[in-house]
Nanobody, 120 residues
Framework: QVQLVVSGGGLVQPGGSLRLSCAASGSIFSINAMGWYRQAPWAERELVAAITSGTSTNYADSVKGRFTISRDNAKNTMYLQMNSLKPEDTAVYYC??????????????WGQGTQVTVSS
């Protein structure tokens, strides 16, 4: 079994900052690519940021320069540092990881999602 637990969401004023964490637990041999998605009620799910097993990263144009994705392989944890938050960043944020959990099992796992609300 592999579980992803997300934390760090909440209510913040425009211009503020939040840091999301996504921690994997269970039977984990290795973790490859990781990513953050978000979905607002009025929009489809959107890729926010992704990071490979190395150091390569990709960001949605809407968050470039404001968000930073990182990973701590020793802790099986991924982070999303969100700065200069805007009301349009309001959404449910989801994490996903590509995990090898046994010699013959490699698949994507998803966290439960966490609400981020940016409002004055």
């Amino acid at each position: 079994q592999v579980q992803l637990v997300v934390s760090g969401g909440g209510l913040v004023q425009p211009g503020g900052s939040l840091r999301l964490s996504c921690a994997a637990s269970g039977s984990i041999f290795s973790i490859n690519a990781m990513g953050w998605y978000r979905q607002a009620p009025w929009a489809e799910r959107e890729l926010v940021a992704a990071i490979t097993s190395g150091t390569s990263t990709n960001y949605a144009d809407s968050v470039k320069g404001r968000f930073t994705i990182s990973r701590d392989n020793a802790k099986n944890t991924m982070y999303l540092q969100m700065n200069s938050l805007k009301p349009e960043d309001t959404a449910v944020y989801y994490c996903t990881m590509n995990v090898r959990s046994s010699w013959n099992r490699l698949r994507d796992y998803w966290g439960q999602g966490t609400q981020v609300t940016v409002s004055s």
